[in-house]
């Protein structure tokens, strides 16, 4: 049983394009987040949900657009893709009352911007 | 805010080194402390955690002691093995509203046979 999947794992796709990222938790937990990998390797957090409501959002372009229909599920919407969002997309879950609990993260999804 | 500085990679090891990779971090309030690992193509695992000073986490060989006085969380093991190679991530979970995971940069480990 995945506790957190995410899907597709890989999306390639044209400049100028919109596109979505699918993440869903099993865990039962109250928190989503959405990370973005740069080729670095550097993570860093981009958004952050708790029981479907936004409480971060980092300085990232408005073009993404994160959407949580439950709290078992946070969506991440890209409009007008660019070169530079080519990255691999994390998405986590917790627990929040449980600050010493860790978090689960999805496998990943790689977009690629030609 | 709160931040986390790691070792700067990437390392290479002869298989049955001893490996340490440091850490520290900055953050208000009582942090809990981790290391994450990120095997190629895949996602981040956990590895191991402490979540209050002078635990220590332990996992699969690797050793991390949470040190308050010195900030420090680093990552030890006795004798590396080609299966270890990975990107190693040390992590903080502060005290804000979302309790999310602040990164280091990660550290590249190679271990040759």
Not at chain 1, 26 to 33: E, F, K, P, V
Not at chain 2, 75 to 81: D, N, P
Request: charge should be neutral; aromatic fraction near 12%; include cysteine.
């Amino acid at each position: 049983d995945t506790a957190v999947s995410q899907t597709p794992k890989y999306l390639v796709t044209q400049m100028g394009n919109d596109k979505s990222i699918k993440c869903e938790q099993n865990l039962g937990h109250d928190t989503m987040y959405w990370y973005k990998q740069d080729s670095k390797k550097f993570l860093k957090i981009m958004f952050s949900y708790n029981n479907k409501e936004l409480i971060i959002n980092e300085t990232v372009p408005n073009r993404f657009s994160p959407k949580s229909p439950d709290k078992a599920h946070l969506n991440l919407h890209i409009n007008s893709l660019e070169l530079g969002d080519s990255a691999v997309y994390f998405c986590a879950s917790s627990q929040s009352a449980l600050g010493y609990t860790e978090a689960f993260f999805g496998q990943g999804t790689r977009l690629t911007v030609v | 805010g709160d931040s986390v500085t790691q070792m700067e990679g990437p390392v290479t090891l002869s298989e049955e080194a001893f490996l340490t990779i440091n850490c520290t971090y900055t953050a208000t309030g009582y942090p809990s402390l981790f290391w994450y690992v990120q095997y190629p193509g895949e996602g981040l695992q956990l590895l191991l955690k402490a979540t209050k000073a002078d635990d220590k986490g332990s996992n699969k060989g690797f050793e991390a002691t949470y040190r308050k006085e010195t900030t420090s969380f680093h990552l030890e093991k006795g004798s590396v093995q080609v299966s270890d190679s990975a990107v190693y991530f040390c992590a903080l979970r502060g005290s804000g509203s979302a309790r999310q995971l602040t990164f280091g940069s990660g550290t590249q480990l190679t271990v040759l046979p």
